[in-house]
T-cell receptor
Framework: AQKVTQAQTEISVVEKEDVTLDCVYE???????LFWYKQPPSGELVFLIR??????QNEISGRYSWNFQKSTSSFNFTITASQVVDSAVYFC?????????????FGGGTRVLVKP | DAGVTQSPTHLIKTRGQQVTLRCSPK?????VSWYQQALGQGPQFIFQ???????QRGNFPDRFSGHQFPNYSSELNVNALLLGDSALYLC?????????????FGPGTRLLVL
């Protein structure tokens, strides 16, 4: 069965500091996708990034970057130079390759509070 | 480009009642998934609909049922409501179940069961 663990429940930083969110996953499948979603107080889950299991190249997109390591089953996410608008709950999610569906399994979330 | 829409935004029901939540997918999407998010937790997968059929189901009782219409919109029905059904219900849409496509979420329906 697939499982996603986000050990950090809450992180508090001062504006302009970097924030790194940890995510560890479990899956028996060799083909899967990993995602990060942001949930602001309004409640809507906003898609941020996606990485497939065959591509371990780490990338940067604006102020977001991610570190995917299959050897440790980790998919960490970093916000560089944090801003107050980054305050939200961040969820890591896993989707396995399945012929009959692509359900997402979410971690418990990490609440990020960016103080001015 | 219209995103995923859900109605109603908020709902208050009493135990034992039945509720119907509605979702319209993002333009061009044909697959709809439903998730339940209890306060302080991550979303839990309820089920997914594709081509008007339930393609995948999570660990939820039969009190939770759904439907997908020819225009790809979907409904989530919950019968015999329990206090524990109080949660944020999220709908997500994507292209073609079975393919690892990104799911895009709507704003959710907040259900309170008294």
């Amino acid at each position: 069965a697939q499982k996603v663990t986000q050990a950090q429940t809450e992180i508090s930083v001062v504006e302009k500091e970097d924030v790194t969110l940890d995510c560890v996953y479990e899956t028996r499948d060799t083909t899967y996708y990993l995602f990060w979603y942001k949930q602001p107080p309004s409640g809507e889950l906003v898609f941020l990034i996606r990485r497939n299991s065959f591509d371990e190249q780490n990338e940067i997109s604006g102020r977001y970057s991610w570190n995917f390591q299959k050897s440790t089953s980790s998919f960490n996410f970093t916000i560089t130079a944090s801003q107050v608008v980054d305050s939200a709950v961040y969820f890591c999610a896993l989707s396995e390759h399945a012929a009959a569906g692509n359900k997402l399994t979410f971690g418990g979330g990490t609440r990020v509070l960016v103080k001015p | 480009d219209a995103g995923v829409t859900q109605s109603p935004t908020h709902l208050i029901k009493t135990r034992g009642q039945q509720v119907t939540l509605r979702c319209s997918p993002k333009s061009g999407h044909d697959t709809v998934s439903w998730y339940q998010q209890a306060l302080g937790q991550g979303p839990q997968f309820i089920f997914q609909y594709y081509e008007e059929e339930e393609r995948q189901r999570g660990n939820f009782p039969d009190r939770f049922s759904g439907h997908q219409f020819p225009n790809y919109s979907s409904e989530l029905n919950v019968n015999a409501l329990l206090l524990g059904d109080s949660a944020l219900y999220l709908c997500a849409s994507s292209l073609e179940a079975g393919v690892l496509e990104t799911q895009y979420f709507g704003p959710g329906t907040r259900l309170l069961v008294l």
